[in-house]
């Protein structure tokens, strides 16, 4: 094949995927539910996005894509581990004395395990130049969460604006990456944080 040619077709492919990207995003204005096959979690998604999701031995995913906007869940089983080992550090001192609060906020479950998550760098292979800001607590049903904010490029160098979201379960840890194209970042984000604010425990299929 030619030079040319192969100029072309990768000419074509980038332009299927920049047509892609280009899909026009509109602010949510209604709801379908996606509920994990084993239960793990149930979750709303803005209505008229491409959903997709499953799993295998308990270890369920999710994904809801429009546009340059995309909302991605998967779960982690170390995670349970590391809050586990975080919840053990939170009885205080020998003396009885409490714990000081920003320790504590370390020791926390949920803090514990959304930086854990950070430390692993294949979560965070798809960008480059990330940033994220300070976490902040959650409290959806489903149980005590830490979001943050993050800032990154994406693809073809598309500058995105997200937020990273770690929920810890007794056995698993959901892990949520919420992000699209900076343009359209105020078209999701009240969506992004509805779904995450009524995130909760699904129905296992029989």
Same mark, same amino acid.
């Given at each position: ?63 809801? $894509? ?5 909302? @991605? !869940?998967? /779960? =982690? %089983?170390?995670?349970?581990? *590391?809050?586990?080992?975080? #919840? ?70 598309? $500058? ?5 979201? @770690? !929920?810890? /379960? =007794? %056995?698993?840890?959901?892990? *949520?990456?919420?992000?699209? #194209? ?25």
């Amino acid at each position: 094949m030619s030079y040319n040619s192969h100029k072309c077709l990768f000419g074509l492919a980038a332009a299927i995927l920049l047509a892609g990207c280009s899909e026009s995003v509109q602010t949510p204005t209604s709801y379908k539910k996606w509920n994990a096959k084993d239960g793990l979690f149930a979750v709303e998604y803005p209505e008229g996005w491409k959903a997709d999701g499953g799993g295998k031995q308990g270890i369920q995913w999710a994904e809801f $894509k429009k546009g340059s906007c995309i909302i @991605t !869940i998967d /779960t =982690n %089983t170390s995670g349970s581990v *590391v809050t586990d080992i975080a #919840a053990s550090g939170l009885g205080g001192g020998d003396d009885g004395v409490p714990i000081d609060p920003k320790v504590a906020e370390k020791l926390a479950p949920a803090a514990a395990a959304h930086n854990w998550i950070a430390k692993d760098p294949q979560r965070f292979e798809k960008f480059k130049n990330y940033k994220e800001e300070e976490p902040t607590k959650s409290t959806p049903p489903i149980g005590e969460g830490r979001k943050s904010l993050f800032t990154a490029s994406a693809g073809m160098g598309q $500058k995105v604006k997200g937020y990273r979201v @770690t !929920i810890p /379960t =007794n %056995t698993k840890a959901i892990i *949520v990456f919420a992000y699209g #194209a900076e343009k359209d970042w105020s078209k999701v984000q009240g969506a992004y944080d509805k779904i995450f604010d009524g995130m909760e425990m699904g129905t296992p299929e029989m």
